[in-house]
């Protein structure tokens, strides 16, 4: 295995020769799906294509699967979980194109040999399009319908109490408003700390956040600076409390619905 | 104003003459978008379609809205909120689908001069499929964009806690494993006792009940019955609290955020 | 058969369990396709809806048919036949939408296991496109080409000479133009008597009535009630007459082809 | 006007200054769509796309109309009018891809300068499919709004008594069934005597002709030969007799609806 | 085979019993794909419709291929290479339109039992587009898979140096800006001299001609009459020297890759 | 201008209001197009997507641009100009949903304000897709026709004589097989000499090299190795000559047509 192991497991990095190898060995891939959106004046655009990627690459550490390359254009952000859309640099694409892009990616990949797909979201709007997609790919073709792919929406969605409490102490205001707040900006201060500004940072949220969305936007959904929570309770200890939940999470899933066949498991870096 | 007052909510069992006094005097439309999906032994296919057009009634009859012809077909039953295609009647439309019929329809409503708008949904797999079809509607054509559209994709997600602890007691298992569950039922045993058969509801739970999806779908992800909680406890009284809520909780969104302008406001029934 | 013959024929009011059986004794399902427009002063917007969903349930009673959810909304009413959409209420969607719901519905009711269905349209302006989604749902997978789909498009489009001579006399004005007038009025007073105001019912016509279609819509192709033909002469008599020879071809039709096998005649109520 | 009168009707035949000459002076343009269908063993495949095409230019002879290219490629035939898919050569598009190119060709006429223009169709199959691309390129941009398009789906439905009657005696079988039967077949011989081959000629029907349509299709609905009429009773004389009446309606309909300005008008040749 | 050699080899000429025959004893079909695009003042706008049908009939004159009705509306003119959109009577079509109009029609070639297909393009931006659409009909159902499609792109690109020499001299321009210029204008006298207007011809060329595209156009990149290159110096004798090594490529080509097998071998004119 | 000149040029590490800043001051956006695709056994999957990045990086270095983030999913490879799908890795997106990713992406940074964006793209295949992307999104809303795109194809295919000699000596083998040649492999030793694997390069090219396209793909059209062309050739030397060049090209273009307007002129790093 002294080839894998030198390489990258990011896709875009390997040589055809090395994916080939990959595919015949039985690896899994996963599908880092992101987006270009706002968070805030003291987090990058970038910030769920980056999350999204650095997850996939640290499950990858632990199993052997290899990650292609990040979709970095999610679906339209939303007022009350991303801001919307009137934020610049927030740059997103319709429905429609986003599953396109995930079919086909998973339909070439499986084409490939690969059979243990998986989808890795971070970015709160995406969700049942990247169901969708995985799901058209699955039925197009009827060699197609080998694989498994297995599909996380919210990979945070379940942290430990104890860290719930670290992170949120008792006023934990709902996942949707986690953006551009204590736990992305935790996790970007321990993963991605020279693109993180916390000067900037400042403790925003909408005037109102119903239950409902409204069209066009109604202002007062919106706060001013993009922040829907308070960044300024970052921390990297809170970081690393909920990255090693949530890597750990992921790995488990994988393990236990994209188990390899005994073949393929003997593969361990 | 006696032409409207005898005539239905129903723009289905309106003349077409009805329509233009409902849109001239600045009445609002409320579009219900359903499902066809199996809801356990016990409950009809149509539940979602005859709570979200019950729904829109129940508001309709305390403002100034009529009501269009429900969308029965929903997006795809997905395996842990709904139980998944598995189960015969879950008859579903693709993503794009849904989104085409729901940005048609709103469109020609807006063409028929109707400028307060709302989508309410009661399918959970539906969601983000019904908000982009607004986007698209409203961005489709110039003289689209007068019009107002409240989105609601989730309207029994915010019951107080003390209706919560009447309908689940202590162990309230999330939302969206309350599919043909407790409140279902129990709103069905209050509002279409005769479609209901209590006899045959079952208290099943899938095998497995992970954060995330798989394709093809684990057979321990699904229960046999279809039903995804305990359907059993589900009481009329219970139906009577939560419908209470939820109705008031779409009459005040609506009041909110489709307030009437002064003009229309006169209208009071 | 005990469960069946208590239950509904409606898929919509049937539970999962139902279907399954009528699907595994080889049960056919019927489709209707209506449209949600203007059809007078006198007639609600639901009237092809109406239509469709009662022809359904009047052939199913005869055969081992169950009923699918009403489409109601067809593609955009025709000036010359429906009046156009210049009417408030009349409420349509695109051709492409119209055939992708038709597509996805025929081929879930595949997927349940129904081989003999059948689509009820009662929408002159849907033509073509009902049929064309029947052909791609048969195409678009392998295994839904076993199924076998008969499209009705006018099924009132063969009444006999003596029932014609009933309705109309000698002016048979064209299928085109019954558009709330003799016949239509006449059903809908057999069958809806509570949704027909022929107190307002008016005898119009279009001032011009070409063999061909322009855009944007004259207005004298249009009559101002939104009647196309003479609804004052509808009597339930003529509903009578006319909808017992228009359930009787629509049983005859399914008998000729979509005839059960052996094994699934058996069933009958 | 002598560059023009010395020109070709045909738009693909003249150069873009004499079409920019053409629509400067507001002349109209005529888009003549047919299939590419079988018409039995003694017509051509391009049957439909010639009889479009003939039409549109003999109505362009007598007002200022060009004739935009033939879109050759028409919807699916339909056994029941057209003998449907199973003879080799008939070669049809998609409903969604015969409305996208009709949309494109006259949104590109219209952006050229063109304010009247006619779909000449041909082909029975191709209705509604070519209203709903009229529609649609109508609506889809603000600038193209400003023309008017006129729409023929069935040039030959009205043909008098006395021609009628010359064609087809008192056996008038219904125009679904006018395929490669009389009238067609006096008509090619009229306007393409060496594309037909009347000793191949054979009377034939389908041994059933119900109202409604069956996929797949059965066998019965469809004659050997593919003739659905008897063409052998063709004659030139009957071409004459139908085609003198087919351009007088053609050219009727154009003066009437869409008459030329007065600056425009001016233009005779 | 004396049914087949006293027809047409024009499908649109032949009935179905000749292509039906043709298809049984292995032919080939050609399909030409061309445009309708301006050609300056001096050639019509069905320049690249004529002589990619002219190829098709010339290659299938040598070998035993029959020829399928033309597309004639081709992809967008591109202002560096067609002179762009803004020249009357060009008349194109969106990229997925022209895309959809020869998957289709490839796809009901093979239907009709045609193994080997061609696309013979003659319009430079039509390139990618129609290699995507056979690649589509490839991949759209599974008995689709048994045929072979050759895509021919540029069918003029590799004229021998000494036509070269011949046409260009010593300053060939690039085959993009080679429209309505020396070959094509050449190859128009040679094989439609009633078309072409060589008194109207002009020497002509953009003001810039850069390696790039702008939108929207700047007027410096097209010339005024909408030649791009110098049709003045074309000449009959250019003309055929073209002609007879582009028809030479053309039959080698599906020779090499289309060769018959031995069975259909034996047809030979 | 403390802020922007301490931050990066690629959009997706900057945060929303950084982008605002360089909107609002009238800067520039280059959007990157690239491809996952073989590039032998010696370069990265990721090549295109590199330099496609790096060129805009480059550029932007010298002028008031952004970089939004790169699109790495490009169109199929085509088997004689980037080996075609066959390789494992080559991972593309069909070219309706290249084209859906370009449209909205740029439409959504002409909402942000940007008024002078460039598409540069690095992947053959790319070409007309990106094109008809740029021109459907400035035909999709009205307001987004303010902006200009230029839209760069090939931006390697203008190089000076001396660095083509330098480059190729004499023996240029075409810009299509220029894949994992010479020039790329000499680009990324420059750029990214970490992912070059040059011990592994080896010198290859298909047997037979065509002037049109097959499918499916003959497997003589396809080299072994995945390099078209001579890549033990490249050196840094070479890499460093053309890089010059295309950057210089790049930054001309930008300059000539997407010069700044006065106000937005004055920033300069």
């Given at each position: 295995?002294?080839?894998?192991?030198?390489?990258?497991?990011?896709?875009?990095?390997?040589?055809?020769?090395?994916?080939?190898?990959?595919?015949?060995?039985?690896?899994g891939?996963?599908?880092?799906?992101?987006?270009?959106?706002?968070?805030?004046?003291?987090?990058?655009?970038?910030?769920?294509?980056?999350?999204?990627?650095?997850?996939?690459?640290?499950?990858?550490?632990?199993?052997?699967?290899?990650?292609?390359?990040?979709?970095?254009?999610?679906?339209?952000?939303?007022?009350?979980?991303?801001?919307?859309?009137?934020?610049?640099?927030?740059?997103?694409?319709?429905?429609?194109?986003l599953?396109?892009?995930?079919?086909?990616?998973?339909?070439?990949?499986?084409?490939?040999?690969?059979?243990?797909?998986?989808?890795?979201?971070?970015?709160?709007?995406?969700?049942?399009?990247?169901?969708?997609?995985a799901?058209?790919?699955l039925?197009?073709?009827?060699?197609?319908?080998?694989?498994?792919?297995?599909?996380?929406?919210?990979?945070?969605?379940?942290?430990?109490?104890?860290?719930?409490?670290?992170?949120?102490?008792?006023?934990?205001?709902?996942?949707?408003?986690?953006?551009?707040?204590?736990?992305?900006?935790?996790?970007?201060?321990?993963?991605?700390?020279?693109?993180?500004?916390?000067?900037?940072?400042?403790?925003?949220?909408?005037?109102?956040?119903?239950?409902?969305?409204?069209?066009?936007?109604?202002?007062?959904?919106v706060?001013?600076?993009?922040?829907?929570?308070?960044?300024?309770?970052?921390?990297?200890?809170?970081?690393?409390?909920?990255?090693?939940?949530?890597?750990?999470?992921?790995?488990?899933?994988?393990?236990?619905?994209?188990?390899?066949?005994?073949?393929?498991?003997?593969?361990?870096?």
């Amino acid at each position: 295995l002294a080839v894998t192991s030198a390489t990258s497991r990011l896709l875009e990095e390997m040589t055809w020769v090395e994916v080939r190898e990959a595919a015949d060995r039985g690896a899994g891939v996963l599908l880092p799906v992101g987006s270009t959106e706002q968070h805030g004046p003291h987090l990058p655009l970038a910030t769920d294509a980056l999350l999204a990627r650095d997850l996939a690459l640290a499950a990858a550490a632990e199993l052997d699967f290899i990650v292609a390359p990040t979709i970095a254009y999610g679906y339209r952000s939303r007022p009350l979980s991303g801001g919307g859309p009137g934020f610049q640099g927030t740059t997103a694409v319709r429905g429609t194109t986003l599953m396109a892009v995930v079919e086909d990616v998973l339909g070439q990949l499986i084409d490939d040999g690969f059979e243990r797909l998986a989808v890795v979201n971070w970015h709160y709007e995406n969700q049942n399009f990247v169901y969708e997609a995985a799901h058209l790919a699955l039925e197009a073709k009827e060699q197609w319908r080998r694989a498994k792919v297995l599909v996380t929406e919210l990979p945070f969605g379940d942290l430990s109490a104890d860290t719930m409490q670290l992170l949120f102490g008792d006023e934990f205001p709902g996942w949707d408003v986690e953006h551009a707040g204590i736990m992305e900006t935790s996790l970007m201060m321990l993963l991605h700390p020279d693109l993180v500004h916390m000067e900037r940072a400042v403790d925003d949220q909408s005037e109102r956040h119903p239950w409902y969305d409204v069209l066009p936007v109604p202002s007062d959904f919106v706060p001013e600076s993009g922040c829907l929570w308070r960044p300024t309770q970052a921390t990297v200890e809170k970081g690393e409390a909920a990255w090693r939940e949530v890597v750990a999470a992921m790995v488990a899933a994988l393990n236990t619905d994209l188990s390899t066949t005994v073949d393929s498991q003997r593969y361990k870096d």
